[in-house]
């Protein structure tokens, strides 16, 4: 039987190519926590996790390293290994930066599972290998209270360098006529067929959601991504009931249990959870069920490098969203091509990592 050897998490700040300005606040560097996870088999799964603030990246490393001393001589069993650190943490709540660490050790898990097998994280999953549509999603929007719109316009050509054919723009504006413009600008400069999606980071309250979203309905968006307070279900369901574009929602889902809860108010047209919120690889595989059994269309939320392999293997998969944060610190990139992730016929989820990069951008 295949034991946890070891479990070491590390903390680094890297630069982000395009800075991420949204509605509730900016992000111009990744910080992120690089988890490894040594088997009994000498085997290393490896995952990541990104805590969106520099002032967590201690507390997360932290417990992490606290988590080990739990994990260390257990089998190397994901389902199990979840059910006993849900377990532990029942009383304090398996969220925030305690559900972080739980998915970020599911993923090291599942990693090292497929190293184990030799196989790919897609075919230990019982998927094969394919190109997984994606958008691109780094930066776009949002650099002050008046949208900038021949910068909008110029840096969305630039984003189409892989061949995407689907982009994401930051919304939410002082005024509502701001928004409106910077939508008809980046449409104005994209080729025919490239697809928009919107994204207000949880900036309006449903009345102003309602009103915006409405004013933008005839514009051809793809979706308009988390208008009011993501826990607000009953909000974002009148919002999602009063608009004829898509509401998406999902990011913030805290488990599967939240997502469903999510669905069963109608809070969305489209979902797409997030690896680290949701519950790592073993949630992924809960919420893609209950997106099946909804029929509702299933879109990824960072994490391309492993969120592409599960996509191989959800049933009503969507779009992937592309950014490229992790890149400065892993030695093999996400390959893009003609808009499409490509993924390796390699062991695991193909994340290893650029050691030199990661003494460089240690925190």
Not at 137 to 149: K, M
């Amino acid at each position: 039987m295949t034991l946890i050897e070891s479990l070491t998490a590390r903390a680094v700040f890297a630069p982000i190519k395009r800075p991420l300005q949204t509605s509730t606040g900016a992000v111009s560097k990744a910080p992120m926590v690089l988890i490894d996870l040594t088997t009994s088999d000498g085997v290393v799964g490896r995952s990541y996790l990104f805590c969106v603030t520099p002032l967590a990246l201690k507390a997360q490393v932290a417990l992490l390293e606290d988590m080990a001393s739990v994990l260390v001589g257990q089998p190397l069993v994901p389902f199990e290994l979840e059910r006993l650190l849900n377990q532990r943490f029942t009383l304090l709540g398996a969220v925030g930066l305690v559900g972080m660490a739980i998915a970020g050790v599911d993923m090291a898990v599942w990693d090292a599972l497929a190293r184990q097998a030799g196989q790919p994280l897609a075919c230990l999953l019982g998927g094969q290998l394919k190109a997984i549509t994606a958008y691109n999603s780094c930066g776009l929007g949002l650099t002050g209270q008046r949208a900038d719109l021949a910068a909008l316009a110029r840096e969305s050509t630039e984003l189409l360098v892989g061949g995407f054919s689907g982009m994401k723009l930051r919304l939410g504006y002082a005024e509502l006529a701001e928004d409106v413009a910077a939508v008809e600008a980046v449409q104005g400069a994209l080729p025919a067929g490239v697809r928009l999606m919107t994204d207000y980071n949880q900036g309006l309250d449903p009345t102003e959601a309602i009103r915006r979203g409405r004013a933008l309905d005839d514009l051809g968006l793809t979706w308009i991504e988390e208008p009011v307070r993501a826990d607000d279900h009953a909000g974002c369901a009148r919002v999602a009931a009063a608009l004829t574009t898509p509401v998406q929602l999902g990011e913030n889902y805290w488990g599967s249990r939240d997502m469903a809860r999510a669905v069963a108010a109608q809070a969305s047209d489209f979902v797409m959870p997030d690896l680290e919120r949701i519950g790592g690889v073993s949630g992924w595989l809960r919420a893609a069920a209950i997106a099946d059994a909804a029929a509702l269309p299933m879109s990824t939320h960072l994490f391309p490098e492993v969120s592409a392999h599960l996509m191989c293997v959800t049933p009503t998969a969507h779009w992937l969203e592309y950014v490229d944060w992790a890149n400065p610190i892993l030695k093999t990139p996400l390959e893009i091509i003609a808009g499409q992730a490509v993924l390796r016929n390699e062991p695991g989820s193909g994340i290893e990592w650029d050691e030199a990069q990661v003494k460089k951008y240690a925190y």
